[in-house]
């Protein structure tokens, strides 16, 4: 069974430019959180897709967001990009059916480099 | 606010047990979880373990959780350099939202 998948691995964007990256979950599953990952904040998590909406949201501006598509792939974008946006952007997937009773894979993560 | 704490660093010798702590602060937190991340690499799910158990064994992993403490720990048994990584706990609270320590950077010495 393939792992939760992400694309592209690398990026490498300059400030104030936008970008998007894809997420595509485990086969069955219908959730999919987004996390980011930097030195000084370490995991932080940004939001969670199930069935196409918006489930939970954590504590980001709203320069990032995203979007689930009806084959459960994500996307996330961000516009206006700054240099503190630079981190390794995780997507992890889970069932979704119970949130309390589920564990979450991750995938292996877009590094997003902004210059 | 959650707090998710861990130490930074361990080091240890190949074939010695590593002990990973981490402590908690959200009482209703249902699963609580322990990840691997290897350098340029995702994380990786090493275990869980349920809120009403104490204790979990998985081959070289064992799990402790002390709810009343909320004190997490992950022993490796015989660790290998291929365990060398960072550690990190994490917990569920508000569905699938997870709190994650710091993470505990692993050393594992030949």
């Known amino acids: 069974k393939a792992g939760v998948t992400q694309t592209p691995r690398y990026l490498i964007k300059t400030r104030g430019q936008q970008v998007t990256l894809s997420c595509s979950p485990i086969?069955?599953?219908?959730?999919v959180s987004w996390y980011q990952q930097t030195p000084g904040q370490g995991l932080q998590f940004l939001f969670e897709?199930?069935?196409?909406?918006?489930?939970n949201k954590g504590n980001f501006p709203g320069r990032f967001s995203g979007r689930q598509f009806s084959n459960s792939r994500s996307e996330m974008n961000v516009s206006t990009l700054e240099l503190g946006d630079s981190a390794l952007y995780l997507c992890?997937?889970?069932?979704?059916?119970?949130?309390?009773?589920?564990?979450?894979?991750f995938g292996p993560g877009t590094r997003l480099l902004v210059l | 606010g959650e707090d998710v704490e861990q130490s930074l660093f361990l080091s240890v010798r190949e074939g010695d047990s590593s002990v990973i702590n981490c402590t908690y602060t959200?009482?209703?937190?249902?699963?609580l979880y322990w990840y691997k991340q290897e350098p340029g690499a995702g994380l990786q799910l090493l275990t869980y373990i349920f809120s009403n158990m104490d204790m979990k064994q998985d081959q070289r992993l064992t799990v402790l959780l002390n709810k009343k403490d909320k004190h997490l720990s992950l022993r490796i048994a015989d660790t290998q350099t291929g365990d060398s990584a960072i550690y990190f706990c994490a917990e569920n609270n508000a569905g699938n939202m997870l709190t994650f320590g710091g993470g505990t950077r692993l050393m594992v010495k030949p």
């Open positions: 897709y199930f069935s196409e909406t918006q489930r």
């Open positions: 992890a997937s889970q069932r979704g059916g119970n949130p309390f009773e589920e564990t979450q894979y």
């Open positions: 086969s069955g599953h219908r959730s």
């Open positions: 959200d009482s209703s937190s249902t699963y």
